[in-house]
């Protein structure tokens, strides 16, 4: 559910090497083979052998938060039309520039294969909680064009950004659920390290979907296990798979995510069936 490929929009700019922050700094997080190489050929062998059919490109338009950078929509749509049996895209807001924004989502949102919309409000330029009402447009031309919207929250990346980690808590997540009941929202990095507070509030919020990526898919995290209890209890439905790449090989991914202690009835869903019904993928 979170893929940042080594292609050339993603790889000229700071994006991709912020992603690669845990295997540039940490010797635990080794990185995918394709990343250190900036292969999206060998990406793309990384995924079959791993069974992985798509990874989800989601948006970052930023204006300078850090050194996260940025990735124009445009290239987002053509990446995912070149590469159409592999990615598919989530169109970026800019939290300062949001009107232009709103413009790029009425150009592109019937592009093929774009499923929804992302922003970062944790990691912002200017930090701003997700009920902030200068999201309000946003969440509703979401509801207009039926697109989930993706909210990345964690304490690293707030941190990277300049900020504390404070502004990766989930709570203002639920009362813009609450605000907005029929638009979809997919917390991105689950609001790690607040795993606890994000649990409960897709919890009281039916439509909160909740994607740790690699938080919940690597031997050993801080937190992966309060993830995997709200799944097994009541987020079965609403708990998606991600690998966050190119933090690390997406087949060691698979293989840590499958070791968490899920129930194994529940792990087609996670890895598929939720994310396919909630994208609404024919496959």
Not at 23 to 46: I, M, N, Q, Y
Not at 180 to 189: L, Y
Request: glycine letters at 8%; aromatic letters at 10%; one cysteine or more.
């Amino acid at each position: 559910m979170r893929l940042r490929p080594p292609i050339p929009a993603w790889t000229r700019g700071s994006v991709f090497r912020t992603a690669m922050h845990y295997p540039r700094h940490f010797f635990t997080f080794k990185g995918a083979r394709s990343a250190w190489l900036e292969s999206v050929d060998v990406l793309f062998e990384e995924m079959e052998s791993a069974g992985i059919r798509y990874g989800v490109l989601m948006g970052r338009a930023s204006s300078g938060a850090g050194n996260l950078g940025g990735v124009a929509n445009k290239e987002i749509v053509e990446a995912v039309a070149q590469y159409p049996n592999r990615f598919l895209g989530f169109l970026g807001v800019d939290l300062d520039d949001i009107e232009q924004g709103l413009a790029e989502i009425r150009e592109f949102a019937g592009e093929a294969n774009i499923k929804g919309i992302s922003i970062e409000p944790g990691s912002a330029r200017e930090p701003r909680w997700a009920d902030d009402p200068s999201l309000e447009p946003i969440y509703e031309i979401a509801r207009e064009f039926d697109l989930p919207v993706s909210i990345s929250l964690s304490g690293l990346l707030s941190a990277l950004a300049g900020h504390d980690i404070t502004w990766s808590r989930p709570v203002s997540i639920q009362r813009a659920a609450q605000r907005h009941p029929d638009v979809k929202f997919i917390v991105s990095h689950a609001a790690w390290p607040y795993a606890e507070e994000m649990v409960v509030v897709a919890l009281a919020c039916p439509n909160i979907y909740v994607s740790p990526d690699l938080y919940a898919a690597t031997a050993g995290m801080i937190g992966a296990d309060t993830y995997v209890k709200g799944a097994n209890l009541f987020l079965e439905d609403r708990t998606l798979f991600g690998t966050a790449y190119p933090v690390k090989d997406i087949q060691e991914s698979l293989s840590d995510f499958l070791q968490m202690g899920w129930r194994p009835e529940i792990v087609p869903k996670i890895l598929w069936g939720n994310a396919a019904k909630l994208l609404k993928i024919d496959a």
